[in-house]
């Protein structure tokens, strides 16, 4: 059995379904040169069967937002000197900004800098969402790599 | 009140706040006269960056005929926007000189940033293949003169439905009417999008079929709106010409229709009416475009605060 220390302070995401824990720290871009962060993949869940975790010290705000259109049903654990100072259920958010990005080639946001790129659930079971400007309906469920917008590529 | 705000799509406004502009274009083509100072000393700039007769000219001739002047471009290449100039800092500048704009623009969604980077009233006349909201009022205004209203219609709607902005547009408006049901006619490529048929169609509970035989629909129909495929919504040349010319109304088959079906078209047609139809009373599509012209200049007037 493979065992992790526990963090003295930082963030522990819980109940990542299993296979998604790599596309969540990508998304979440930390800095691994500096961050202790600890994956593990494929951990036996009694509640899941499978997941993955995630464990990043000294970091104590993440985009929650990102989470739960990446993984809706993860548990987030801030922690505080070994101690779960608060445990945050993820929802599928209402209303997203700069976190989707549009695929439409018609839409403006391929050609306006600095449209911020706005989505809205449409469909909260599939994880659909509606393209503020043209209407267009994505698909959170499943494959989206494509849309989620890095933050390293929106500071740029 | 309509007064500041921008009129985007068509739910935009409440069906009570349409019938106030309805009412206010059948008072404005009972009496002209009256309203030739309405607009005097106000300013609409119109920032056509696709081509345009009818919108256009519809929305120049509305605001000269109230006692307005225009100021505008009707190609991007005459502008800064030929230098890269967004639509945000484009809208701002011209929101130092005018009181209300009209935008059309390739991209969906333009006006929507346009009137989220400033307070003067922006009318969308048009973004890509998305919405085209007064048309939409166009359409209705000449439903409404020769049916008495929107209840318990069915409409057609035929030609390209995916790209067509002005059938998008009429859908959403009509979904909000009592007892009306659509029949979509167009070949499969050119289907409505998902968005219409989900959030609208269906989550309205609003009875549609969607069909690929014209002669078929035709003798139950109250209205028959058709479209052009237009060839500047296709990224490939080869799927244009595959299915231009799928469905053209002619002689023959308004013969198959009801005796009063109206006919309407957003113009410009290619082929898909062919001009043996203009004769037939049912063909609305001219009286369509000047009844443009009035609601365009009722909605001038409310978006202005004009009593």
Known sequence: ?156 | MLRGRSFLEPMDFSTEELEELFLLADQIIENPEHYTKACEGKLLATLFYEPSTRTRFSFEAAMLRLGGQVIGFSEPSSSSVAKGESISDTIRTVACYADMAVMRHPKEGAPKVAAASTTMPVVNAGDGGHQHPTQTLTDLLTIRKEKGGFDNLVVGLCGDLKFGRTVHSLIKALSRYQNVSFIMISPEELKIPEYVRKEILCRNKIPFEEVENMQEALPKLDVLYMTRVQRERFFNEEDYVRLKDRYILDGAKMKLAKQDMMVLHPLPRVNEIATEVDSDPRALYFKQAKYGMYIRMALIMGLLGIE
């Open chain 1, 1 to 156: 059995m493979v065992v992790i220390d526990s963090i003295k302070t930082g963030i522990v995401i819980d109940h990542i379904t299993a296979g998604l824990g790599m596309k969540i720290l990508e998304y979440l871009d930390i800095d691994t040169t500096k961050d202790t962060v600890a994956l593990i993949m494929h951990a036996v869940s009694s509640k899941y069967g499978r997941k993955d975790v995630v464990k990043i010290e000294n970091v104590s705000d993440i985009d929650l937002a990102a989470l739960g259109i990446i993984d809706p049903k993860v548990t987030v654990n801030y922690i505080e000197d070994h101690i779960i100072r608060e445990k945050v259920n993820i929802t599928v958010p209402e209303r997203v900004v700069n976190i989707i990005k549009c695929n439409n080639p018609r839409c403006v946001t391929s050609v306006e800098q600095g449209a911020p790129q706005i989505f809205h659930l449409i469909d909260r079971e599939n994880r659909e969402y509606r393209c503020e400007y043209c209407d267009e309906i994505i698909s959170m469920k499943g494959g989206y790599s494509n849309e989620i917008i890095h933050k390293q590529w929106f500071d740029r």
